[in-house]
């Protein structure tokens, strides 16, 4: 099993441009998380899927926008990319049947914005 | 606010000694508390969960501890090396099904 598997791994953007990061899990699993972590920040939730066709705002969701393709597939789309969302982001996942429940982390994609 | 905290210094200890890292929670009581180790440049990977009526879990080297009266959680490295070298994340959960991080806590493990 590949578990949590994120694409790209590193990425530079401009200001104003777009992209798509990319999350899938192997695993079945129900629930599925996109979060960012910044020196001295943490890592902080963007966004949350709780099952296949439901998304939820996290603490920081300013700026992207995500979809829950299936259950395998959770995208994060920025739209207008800002040197604010330089960062490191996450893709998790967990069950979400069981509980409590760990959750499992992806590679990460390091984004630059210029 | 429902926080939680770790110490942000660096813990620099030497190998075979015990490493000790602070969780510290406000303002609530969390049913469980989670604990994961991040790699440079990785993702953060489960090592332990203790539930809030468990005093201590043990891992191999490892052992948490979780104090409700003084809303704490400790993480014991025993007989740490230096592959041990890493940070450590204490985790809440909230909401439905979400875990809250705190900032971690780095560990150098000097041979």
């Known amino acids: 099993n590949a578990g949590v598997t994120q694409t790209p791994k590193f990425q530079v953007l401009k200001t104003g441009q777009s992209m798509t990061l990319q999350c899938a899990q192997d695993?079945?699993?129900?629930?599925m998380y996109w979060y960012r972590q910044d020196p001295g920040m943490g890592l902080r939730l963007i966004y949350y899927?709780?099952?296949?066709?439901?998304?939820d705002k996290g603490e920081v969701p300013n700026g992207y926008n995500v979809s829950r393709l299936n259950k395998r597939e959770f995208s994060l789309r920025l739209e207008s990319a800002a040197p604010s969302q330089t960062s490191v982001y996450f893709c998790?996942?967990?069950?979400?049947?069981?509980?409590?429940?760990?959750?499992?982390f992806g590679p990460g994609t390091r984004l630059t914005v210029l | 606010s429902q926080k939680i905290e770790q110490n942000s210094e660096a813990l620099n200890i030497q190998e075979g000694k015990t490493a000790t890292l602070t969780c510290n929670y406000t303002?609530?009581?969390?049913?469980?508390l989670q604990w994961y180790r991040q790699d440079p440049g990785r993702g953060p990977v489960f090592l332990l969960l203790?539930?809030?009526?468990?005093k201590e879990k043990r891992k191999e080297r490892l052992k948490v501890t979780f104090d409700t009266t003084l809303k704490q959680s400790l993480f014991h490295i025993t007989a740490s090396q230096p592959a041990d070298s890493a940070t450590y994340l204490c985790?809440?959960?909230?909401?439905?099904?979400?875990?809250?991080f705190g900032k971690g806590n780095q560990v150098v493990v000097i041979p």
């Open positions: 985790a809440r959960p909230y909401g439905n099904n979400r875990l809250a």
């Open positions: 998790a996942s967990s069950d979400g049947t069981v509980y409590p429940n760990e959750q499992f």
């Open positions: 695993m079945n699993h129900n629930s």
């Open positions: 899927s709780a099952s296949e066709g439901t998304t």
């Open positions: 203790i539930r809030e009526n468990e």
């Open positions: 303002n609530y009581s969390p049913a469980y």
